[in-house]
């Protein structure tokens, strides 16, 4: 994916103020950043005509069920940041709907969520899934700040 020249405090910003709001992880570096976004889903898929990412995660977060609770997992993924990383992959997904569907995409009617499965904690009941869902009100702003040549929007 091109960045545009992209002010990190600003990415960082709309994420703390859409994706768990108020809740603590670590700031991102400030700093200005452009070029070739690179990376790798580990998988695509559809379901019921919407689109979502899943990705696999290998951290071991403990050794008891209650390492792999709800608000554990939401834990974990902000320590690491993987919130960018599924609003990223999310904004990845949107941008190729956009491109494949035309004018028959919606992003409320074909994107779905962004989904980390803790391998881990595959075995405690409710203790392994955490998804982040998709919503206009930061997945266009994000849109926005990453930039991209002669783009535009379809809702």
């Known amino acids: 994916m091109p960045l545009q ?16 709001a ?3 992880r670590p ?18 898929l559809e379901s019921a005509g ?8 290998s951290n071991r977060l403990g050794s008891s ?4 609770t709800p608000a554990a997992l939401q834990a974990a993924v902000l320590e690491h940041r993987y919130d960018l990383q599924a609003a990223l992959y999310l904004l990845a997904l949107h941008r190729l709907l956009q491109q494949r569907l035309g004018p028959r995409y ?8 962004a989904h980390f499965v803790f391998l881990r904690g595959i075995d405690q ?4 899934l955490i998804s ?11 849109d926005e700040l990453l930039g991209r040549p002669g783009a535009s929007s379809h809702t």
């Not at 009941?125 to 392994?128: E, F, Q, T, V």
Request: proline share 8%.
């Open 5 to 20: 020249p992209l002010q990190t405090m600003a990415l960082d910003e709309l994420l703390r103020r859409h994706l768990w």
């Open 22 to 24: 108020g809740e603590p």
């Open 27 to 44: 700031a991102l570096k400030p700093q200005t950043v452009e070029g070739l976004l690179m990376g790798f889903a580990d998988l695509v």
């Open 50 to 57: 919407r689109y979502q990412v899943l990705d696999y995660k």
């Open 65 to 68: 069920p209650s390492h792999y």
């Open 106 to 113: 919606h992003l409320d009617t074909h994107l779905g969520a």
């Open 125 to 128: 009941a409710g203790g392994h």
């Open 132 to 142: 982040v869902e998709p919503d206009a009100a930061w997945l266009l702003p994000l």
